[in-house]
């Protein structure tokens, strides 16, 4: 059938149409071509015969800048330093041995140490670069950076390094940190290619490791020109990456440093806690040792000086320390008592010197006995015997229970390394940890926070910060993440009655303040700063029948890994309470000898915002308080920043 004009017309239309679009789209086709030759032959010109002539374009990862830490002021305690140093990479050069040969002309580098560089080479992927020395000067970089063109493979880089300006202040609290080791990419699921990088630091320990992917930051590429020979000719490209995110503690440096200085030579421990909101504001153990040798590759003799130690230093002891609480813990039975309704604050007890139950004896520190004694005069003057009594009352799992709501034998989550619960005991923990049951003699032992019974400084100050304020108060360690302060809400009320509190309040405040108080010669003479506390003295080894029968040997005729350990806890001011502190002297003798005085001298330094004044010693006191002050080796930050001055 033939089509007419009118339909002829129209499929010459279509057909048109058609037609140019096809041409308008492989018109535009051809451009985009054009565009692209022009591109490559004008514009990628060089790139391309970088290519043709060999060399190549190899993506290099930059690490960033790690988070800094800054105490509750802005005082710098963990920072970056730069670092010089020097990688070679083994797919560009032909002869490692001739290569390092001619690096250890240039620079410091032993033939042990070129062994050791050897094997890491070989180990490692052959295009990852193996740092071969740092810490170089400035002098050594230098020079190296002159001859590297003639060492295929070579680097010299500018790092970052990591640095403690606060040296040992901080270092159990902080940690340190060191290269990524394969233990560590052993322990990761899906490690950072950052952590591939040689020589690249992780945190070990303290905040550094708890806070770890918060530090590291994102790394940032580099995009190099590479040639024939493995040289690295020039640098094609740059993304920066995000440097960690900065950490703001809640400790104070000062108070630290002052803390850790009044320690002095001792093997102890102390903890400054904020009552009102549970803010750490100095956690110290004592001896301490300076990070910056960690992070620098600690040589053999200095890391077997701090493991040899009898002091030992590398251990923290305000939380992985566990102590027997010694009379510590009479504020726990006591409490456990009131709130049992057993006893009342008019209740007494008659103290001989000792105690008698299944035929076995228990003796109160004091050989003659306190006599007739009470709540209060019990704390006030540490009777054991009043314990002894109230323990038969009031049974393991009530004093169990009461130690937990007080913060001992509960594991408080702060970011620091090896953390330990303490042991508040009961008779399926014994009969569960020693398949044995529970004993009478078990339960005495506890009243006076002795046998079982185990409890660290930090669960010591939280012990005493909810005895003060009457609520759950929980330590808190960071402050802020990267100037985004970390939520806090209200602790709890503890549901104990506030008559029992002030009961036990009260004899805290005999232990320092009355006339036979235990701590009486660690008083506080300004009375808007006045304290309560508990003295506490843990044995460490049995005392036989006939020892006591011949008198019982001195702490200072004893071996000093022999003698009891010291303890004190106290807060302050008494009428309106702000901070809490715990001191743990090990091997110290007495609580009231030992612990009590440095505790006082932290508390008062806390309450004064520095060095105390003399006037809040008792007047007897100043003129050896004044010489003791003045002999303590104290750095104090000037400024907020790394400035230190000493005090």
Same mark, same amino acid.
């Given at each position: 059938?033939?089509?007419?004009?009118?339909?002829?017309?129209?499929?010459? +239309?279509?057909?048109?149409?058609?037609?140019?679009?096809?041409?308008?789209?492989?018109?535009?086709?051809?451009?985009?071509?054009?565009?692209?030759?022009?591109?490559?032959?004008?514009?990628?010109?060089?790139?391309?015969?970088?290519?043709?002539? !060999?060399?190549?374009?190899?993506?290099?990862?930059?690490?960033?800048?790690?988070?800094?830490?800054?105490?509750?002021?802005?005082?710098?305690?963990?920072?970056?330093?730069?670092?010089?140093?020097?990688?070679?990479?083994?797919?560009?050069?032909?002869?490692?041995?001739?290569?390092?040969?001619?690096?250890?002309?240039?620079?410091?580098?032993?033939?042990?140490?070129?062994?050791?560089?050897?094997?890491?080479?070989?180990?490692?992927?052959?295009? =990852?670069?193996?740092?071969?020395?740092?810490?170089?000067?400035?002098?050594?970089?230098?020079?190296?950076?002159?001859?590297?063109?003639?060492?295929?493979?070579?680097?010299?880089?500018?790092?970052?390094?990591?640095?403690?300006?606060?040296?040992?202040?901080?270092?159990?609290?902080?940690?340190?940190?060191?290269?990524?080791?394969?233990?560590?990419?052993?322990?990761?699921?899906?490690?950072?290619?950052?952590?591939?990088?040689?020589?690249?630091?992780?945190?070990?320990?303290?905040?550094?490791?708890?806070?770890?992917?918060?530090?590291?930051?994102?790394?940032?590429?580099?995009?190099?020109?590479?040639?024939?020979?493995?040289?690295?000719?020039?640098?094609?490209?740059?993304?920066?990456?995000?440097?960690?995110?900065?950490?703001?503690?809640?400790?104070?440096?000062?108070?630290?440093?002052?803390?850790?200085?009044?320690?002095?030579?001792?093997?102890?421990?102390?903890?400054?806690?904020?009552?009102?909101?549970?803010?750490?504001?100095?956690?110290?153990?004592?001896?301490?040792?300076?990070?910056?040798?960690?992070?620098?590759?600690?040589?053999?003799?200095?890391?077997?000086?701090?493991?040899?130690?009898?002091?030992?230093?590398?251990?923290?002891?305000?939380?992985?320390?566990?102590?027997?609480?010694?009379?510590?813990?009479?504020?726990?039975?006591?409490?456990?008592?009131?709130?049992?309704?057993?006893?009342?604050?008019?209740?007494?007890?008659?103290?001989?010197?000792?105690?008698?139950?299944?035929?076995?004896?228990?003796?109160?520190?004091?050989?003659?006995?306190?006599?007739?004694?009470?709540?209060?005069?019990?704390?006030?003057?540490?009777?054991?015997?009043?314990?002894?009594?109230?323990?038969?009352?009031?049974?393991?799992?009530?004093?169990?229970?009461?130690?937990?709501?007080?913060?001992?034998?509960?594991?408080?989550?702060?970011?620091?390394?090896?953390?330990?619960?303490?042991?508040?005991?009961?008779?399926?923990?014994?009969?569960?940890?020693?398949?044995?049951?529970?004993?009478?003699?078990?339960?005495?032992?506890?009243?006076?926070?002795?046998?079982?019974?185990?409890?660290?400084?930090?669960?010591?100050?939280?012990?005493?910060?909810?005895?003060?304020?009457?609520?759950?108060?929980?330590?808190?360690?960071?402050?802020?993440?990267?100037?985004?302060?970390?939520?806090?809400?209200?602790?709890?009320?503890?549901?104990?009655?506030?008559?029992?509190?002030?009961?036990? +309040?009260?004899?805290?405040?005999?232990?320092?303040?009355?006339?036979?108080?235990?701590?009486?010669?660690?008083?506080?003479?300004?009375?808007?700063?006045?304290?309560?506390?508990?003295?506490?003295?843990?044995?460490?080894?049995?005392?036989?029948?006939?020892?006591?029968?011949?008198?019982?040997?001195?702490?200072?005729?004893?071996?000093?890994?022999?003698?009891?350990?010291?303890?004190?806890?106290?807060?302050?001011?008494?009428?309106?309470?702000?901070?809490?502190?715990?001191?743990? =002297?090990?091997?110290?003798? !007495?609580?009231?000898?030992?612990?009590?005085?440095?505790?006082?001298?932290?508390?008062?330094?806390?309450?004064?915002?520095?060095?105390?004044?003399?006037?809040?010693?008792?007047?007897?006191?100043?003129?050896?308080?004044?010489?003791?002050?003045?002999?303590?080796?104290?750095?104090?930050?000037?400024?907020?920043?790394?400035?230190?001055?000493? =005090?």
């Amino acid at each position: 059938m033939r089509k007419s004009p009118r339909d002829t017309a129209e499929s010459t +239309r279509e057909i048109s149409r058609r037609a140019a679009l096809l041409g308008g789209a492989m018109g535009a086709i051809v451009g985009v071509l054009g565009l692209r030759m022009r591109k490559m032959q004008l514009e990628q010109a060089d790139q391309y015969r970088t290519l043709a002539e !060999g060399n190549s374009v190899k993506i290099r990862l930059i690490p960033p800048a790690r988070g800094l830490i800054y105490d509750r002021n802005g005082v710098l305690i963990a920072g970056n330093e730069q670092n010089y140093r020097v990688t070679i990479t083994r797919e560009s050069t032909d002869d490692l041995e001739r290569t390092i040969a001619a690096l250890q002309e240039l620079i410091p580098i032993s033939d042990s140490e070129a062994l050791d560089i050897l094997a890491e080479l070989r180990k490692r992927a052959p295009t =990852v670069p193996v740092t071969v020395a740092d810490q170089l000067s400035w002098e050594e970089f230098s020079r190296l950076a002159v001859n590297a063109p003639a060492l295929p493979g070579v680097t010299p880089e500018v790092g970052l390094s990591r640095s403690y300006p606060q040296g040992p202040d901080f270092a159990h609290v902080i940690g340190y940190v060191g290269p990524v080791s394969d233990y560590d990419l052993s322990r990761i699921e899906d490690p950072d290619p950052l952590l591939r990088i040689p020589k690249f630091q992780l945190g070990k320990l303290g905040i550094e490791a708890k806070y770890e992917e918060n530090l590291r930051g994102q790394a940032g590429q580099r995009r190099v020109e590479v040639n024939s020979g493995g040289r690295e000719m020039r640098e094609l490209g740059r993304q920066e990456g995000d440097p960690g995110a900065n950490l703001q503690l809640t400790l104070d440096h000062a108070l630290q440093n002052f803390a850790l200085a009044r320690l002095g030579d001792e093997s102890a421990a102390a903890v400054v806690m904020d009552v009102t909101n549970g803010d750490v504001m100095a956690i110290a153990s004592a001896p301490s040792f300076d990070p910056n040798l960690f992070v620098r590759g600690i040589s053999n003799a200095d890391y077997r000086a701090l493991t040899e130690d009898d002091h030992r230093p590398l251990a923290d002891k305000t939380v992985q320390g566990q102590y027997p609480p010694g009379s510590t813990y009479k504020m726990v039975v006591a409490l456990a008592g009131l709130e049992a309704g057993i006893i009342g604050p008019g209740d007494t007890e008659y103290c001989p010197g000792h105690f008698t139950v299944s035929g076995r004896r228990f003796h109160c520190w004091k050989r003659g006995g306190h006599g007739t004694v009470n709540l209060a005069k019990s704390l006030e003057q540490s009777c054991d015997v009043f314990y002894y009594e109230l323990a038969m009352k009031v049974g393991i799992e009530k004093m169990s229970e009461m130690a937990k709501r007080l913060g001992i034998g509960v594991r408080h989550e702060l970011p620091m390394s090896a953390v330990r619960e303490g042991v508040a005991p009961t008779k399926d923990w014994k009969q569960q940890r020693f398949d044995q049951p529970w004993q009478i003699g078990d339960s005495i032992n506890a009243s006076i926070g002795q046998g079982y019974v185990l409890a660290t400084p930090l669960q010591l100050a939280v012990m005493t910060s909810r005895i003060a304020s009457g609520r759950e108060i929980s330590p808190r360690l960071v402050r802020a993440v990267d100037g985004t302060e970390l939520p806090q809400t209200e602790a709890p009320d503890l549901g104990l009655s506030a008559a029992g509190l002030e009961q036990v +309040r009260r004899g805290m405040f005999q232990v320092v303040n009355g006339s036979s108080g235990t701590a009486r010669g660690s008083m506080i003479a300004a009375k808007e700063w006045r304290m309560a506390g508990k003295t506490g003295t843990s044995q460490v080894r049995n005392i036989t029948a006939a020892e006591r029968a011949r008198g019982v040997v001195s702490n200072d005729d004893l071996p000093w890994n022999r003698r009891d350990h010291a303890l004190f806890v106290c807060y302050a001011p008494f009428d309106a309470p702000r901070y809490a502190v715990a001191v743990v =002297v090990e091997h110290g003798g !007495g609580g009231s000898t030992a612990a009590a005085p440095i505790a006082r001298d932290i508390m008062l330094f806390a309450l004064a915002g520095g060095l105390p004044p003399l006037s809040a010693y008792p007047k007897a006191q100043q003129a050896r308080m004044r010489t003791l002050l003045e002999g303590l080796e104290l750095i104090a930050p000037a400024t907020p920043g790394n400035t230190r001055t000493r =005090v």
